[in-house]
Nanobody
Framework: QVQLVESGGGLVQAGGSLRLSCAAS????????MGWYRQAPGKQRELVST???????TYVDSVKGRFTISRDNAKNTVYLQMNSLRPEDTAVYYC???????????????WGRGTQVTVSS
């Protein structure tokens, strides 16, 4: 059974920083793309950033230049460094990963339970 566990959320003032972490554990044969989504109250979940197994990254326009995604393949962990935070960044942030649990398995998409990020003005 594969699990994703996020950490690092919290309350921060506008202009501040937070670093989110998401660790995948369990049976992991290969860990492919990983990423972060967020969902604000009353809004749909949106893709924030992704990183491939080779390190190629993507960002939604609203976070470019402020957020940085990275990963540690040895630890099956993905990070999201969030700087210059704004009140509109307030949301529950979810980790997402495409993982093959065993060599005989297809790739499955897994989700974490989310971590709350609140940015006060």
């Amino acid at each position: 059974q594969v699990q994703l566990v996020e950490s690092g959320g919290g309350l921060v003032q506008a202009g501040g920083s937070l670093r989110l972490s998401c660790a995948a554990s369990g049976s992991i044969f290969s860990n492919n793309a990983m990423g972060w989504y967020r969902q604000a109250p009353g809004k749909q979940r949106e893709l924030v950033s992704t990183i491939s197994s080779s390190g190629t990254t993507t960002y939604v326009d609203s976070v470019k230049g402020r957020f940085t995604i990275s990963r540690d393949n040895a630890k099956n962990t993905v990070y999201l460094q969030m700087n210059s935070l704004r009140p509109e960044d307030t949301a529950v942030y979810y980790c997402n990963a495409y993982i093959r649990p065993r060599s005989v398995d297809p790739t499955y998409r897994y989700w974490g339970r989310g971590t709350q990020v609140t940015v006060s003005s």
